[in-house]
Structures are given as C-alpha cells and as structure tokens.
C-alpha cells in the first residue's frame, strides 16, 4: 500500500447567518495514498465540490484538518497556504476558466509565472511538451474562443501540470462536455496519474467516471457513506 498522501480529520463546513445554519460537511474522514486515482461520487448537492476546495486550500474547514505529507494546511497562514496550493496542487474544473485575452500556451504557463520569474525557458519548454502531449501542438497560440470545449479542457489540464504538482484536483472534468470528449480527458487523467505517479481526485456524480477509479468515496448529505 503507498504511502498516505493526504489524511482528512474530522472536516465539517458550515455556513451561519443571523437566521439560520446550513451544515455542508460532517466530519468527514478518509486517507488518500500516493500514486492513488479516487472519485469522490454523490448526487448533487452532496458537498463533493466543498470538500475538493478544502483538500486543496481553497476553502477553510468550519472543523477538523487535512495532512497533505504529514503537514497541516490548515496550520499555516495564508501566504504559506498560497504556496502549497502553487507548487504542489493542480486544479482542473468544470468550466475552464481561461483566460481570454491569453492563448492557449500563455494560459498554461501562468501558474509558472506566479511561482516564479526564474526558469521561465524551461517552463516555456515543459508547455510546449504538456501541449503536445495533449493533442495540441499546432494549437499554441489560439485563444480559447478559438478553440473547442474538448481543447479549452485540455489546455486547462496542461495549466494544471505545468508546476508539476503531487496531487491533481479534479472537479466534474467532463461535466461539460461530450462523451466523447469526457471519456477522452478521463483517459488522459488517467495517462497522467500512471506514468507520472500524480495523485488523482476527481469529484463526479457520474457512476460510470467513478466506477473507473482505482477507489470511490460516496458522499451523501454531507457525509461519508458505504
């Protein structure tokens, strides 16, 4: 068995206003071992995608803490926080969240230029090969309304690998796309995470993308079920 990667203690998220409490997470628990391909799979509304933006830094836990490599995420202050998000995770969503103004290679390399202004030819030159790796070598300088929903997610992915992350947070990857296309970057996800030994975490509410996973954690109101 590898080793655990990430250990979720205790998570729970809520959210209080002056009138009323809306509990989206309870005490969830569960390890992720290194080199692991998981989907997290519920109905919607199940809190799947608030428990990704936890693992990932994105969102503070009302309670509980996750370990990424025997760490506390939720130990450190923000700046901290930011880093580890930067350089060791890699985030894929649903709708792709390019930018517009940039093409597809610019998009890829801005994680890069966020970590650093150093080492930028050889970042250029990882973009150009996670492109091509991607089906996209002649795509490089198209912006994304020039490309289609399939290359827009392929471009999204490379972005997301460009820092060479451990872990990559993958949330509905497909849910915006074709089958084709969604069994297509579901192959790749899955490419990546055997020849690279990259930890994946796919949120889906489909069983078929779920059922493709080395494990499953369901998720149902909030908490961890069998």
């Known amino acids: 068995m590898n080793k655990d990667m990430i250990k979720v203690s205790g998570i729970c998220k809520s959210y209080r206003d002056s009138a009323s409490s809306l509990e989206v997470l309870r005490d969830i628990n569960f ?25 990932g830094g994105l969102d503070n836990p009302t309670g509980g803490t996750v370990y990424f490599e025997g760490a506390d995420i939720y130990g450190l202050d923000e700046n901290a926080r930011a880093l580890f998000r930067n350089r ?31 080492g930028r030819k050889k970042d250029l030159e990882f973009a150009r090969q996670l492109l091509a790796r991607l089906g996209l070598s002649q795509r490089l300088v198209h912006k994304p309304a020039a490309l289609s929903g399939g ?4 471009v999204a992915i490379a972005r997301a690998l460009i820092n060479r992350p451990h872990l990559l947070l993958c949330d509905e990857p497909t849910g915006n796309l074709d089958s084709e296309n969604g069994e297509n970057i579901l192959h790749l996800l899955k490419e990546f995470n055997r020849e690279e030994k990259i930890t994946v975490l796919i949120v889906t509410h489909d069983k078929d993308i779920a059922g493709s996973a080395g494990r499953i954690i369901h998720l149902k109101d909030g908490a961890v079920f069998n």
Do not use: C, M, Y
């Open 88 to 118: 060791k995770v890699g985030f894929v969503f649903q709708f792709f969240h390019l930018l517009p103004e940039l093409t597809a290679l610019e998009n890829v390399l801005l994680p890069s230029i966020l970590r650093s202004w150093w």
């Open 31 to 55: 390890t992720v071992g290194a080199g692991e391909f998981l989907a997290i799979q519920g109905p919607s509304g199940a809190g799947k995608s608030t428990l990704l933006h936890i693992l």
């Open 151 to 154: 290359e827009q997610q392929r």
